[in-house]
């Protein structure tokens, strides 16, 4: 049977590369060669045990490649075309995809953990951080790449980039909104994109790295706060003249992160969580007036499907952002190891790192 290489989980902290069978392509399946992936920060959280995964799964959820092999039943796609599929890839034909939340399509709870449904791709199948990916309901899911557009440009789309976005999309911003995004790393940054794009004309992003802050102003945020320069709540309100923010969007997943997201809430604000979390979250009386702050709180799993991909690639192909510049560091396939030790440790200033088989 022929073979590929594959980043595979193996126990906690163990990730490694090792020899896997090429998938067998079903019906209405798609084999797709990987031209260019990356590491998620969920990868890392499978990494160190926080997100639970079976033994000998290949990881990944961000594909991007040409169609080797096309199920018997697939139609509107040729052998050879350049595509991308998103993290999450629904069915089409579920209630929760006619229920209007195809992110959410999938098994639900095993082992005892609820799992995040529609997330197959290095969840509960085979991912992407391999030399070929078996993409399921390959109609649904896979979107022609733009002859203009090159792998770089597109590698976001698949998950950092609709995630991001979705956190302004659901946090319902709206023209001359004031929002703050905490931790800009590569999410937190298409947040700040997305809240631009969607007419916020203040847009406060928190971090400590400079390098992080420096790209934020480059997507559009208009402040950026180093969480370790004082206290940061009390500088957002400063800044909104005491008002707060109408929306605040959490892209870290720690307590700490979400509170001070909750507590600069303008009243009837809404707070869209974008983060992983990795332990209970609690929310403070104070913060939450009791619950009669009329506050919305919001979570998001990134939205996909070809539609969702056509638009973002849009996004991209008429100049409303460019995402080139997350990519910092670049690793063969053979590397991943040692690209996952750089990622997992945020060294060297990584935001994101291209794998290319």
């Keep these: 049977m022929p073979t590929m290489k594959a980043a595979i989980f193996v126990e906690k902290n163990r990730i490694v590369l090792d020899d896997k069978p090429i998938p067998e392509v079903g019906p209405s399946d798609a084999l797709i060669r990987i031209t260019m ?4 920060g969920t990868d890392v959280h499978i990494l160190r045990g926080e997100y639970p995964v079976a033994k000998g799964l290949t990881i990944g959820h961000e594909p991007v490649g040409i169609i080797e092999k096309l199920g018997a039943q697939v139609q509107g796609f040729t052998e050879g075309q350049r595509v991308i ?12 995809c006619l229920c209007g939340c195809s992110s959410q399509d999938g098994p639900g709870t095993r082992h005892g953990f609820r799992a995040a449904a529609g997330w197959k791709f290095g969840n509960t199948i085979d991912g992407c951080q391999a030399e070929f990916v078996l993409v399921p309901d390959a109609m649904a899911n896979l979107s022609p790449i733009p002859d203009e557009l090159s792998d770089d440009q597109v590698l976001m789309c698949p998950d950092i980039m609709s995630t991001g976005f979705c956190g302004a999309e659901r946090g319902d911003v709206k023209i001359g909104d004031t929002v703050a995004v905490f931790a800009l790393g590569p999410i937190g940054l298409c947040a700040v994109a997305g809240a631009r794009l969607k007419g916020a004309t203040t847009i406060i992003g928190v971090d400590t790295v400079a390098a992080r802050m420096t790209v934020a102003h480059t997507l559009g945020a208009t402040h950026v706060i180093d969480f370790k320069d004082g206290n940061v ?6 800044i909104t003249d005491g008002r707060g923010v109408d929306v605040s969007i959490e892209a870290l997943g720690t307590q700490a ?27 403070p009386l104070d913060a939450f ?5 009329d506050y919305t709180i ?21 100049g409303g952002v460019d995402l080139k ?5 670049r690793y063969k396939l053979h590397d991943i190891e040692s690209a996952y030790d750089l990622f997992a440790n945020q060294r060297d200033g990584v935001l994101k790192v291209a794998i290319t088989p």
């Design 85 to 96: 599929a998103g993290a999450i890839t629904p069915s089409g034909h579920s209630y929760a």
């Design 298 to 318: 919001v979570s998001t799993l990134c939205p996909g499907g070809k539609e969702r991909m056509r638009r973002l690639m849009g996004v991209i192909a008429n």
């Design 233 to 238: 709540v009390e500088k957002i309100m400063a």
């Design 37 to 40: 992936t990356t590491i998620c």
């Design 325 to 329: 510049p997350l990519v910092t560091h």
């Design 289 to 293: 007036t009791a619950g009669l702050g």
């Design 257 to 283: 992160t979400f509170e001070s997201a909750l507590r600069v809430l303008r009243p009837g604000g809404t707070l869209s969580s974008l983060g992983v979390y990795s332990s209970d979250l609690r929310i």
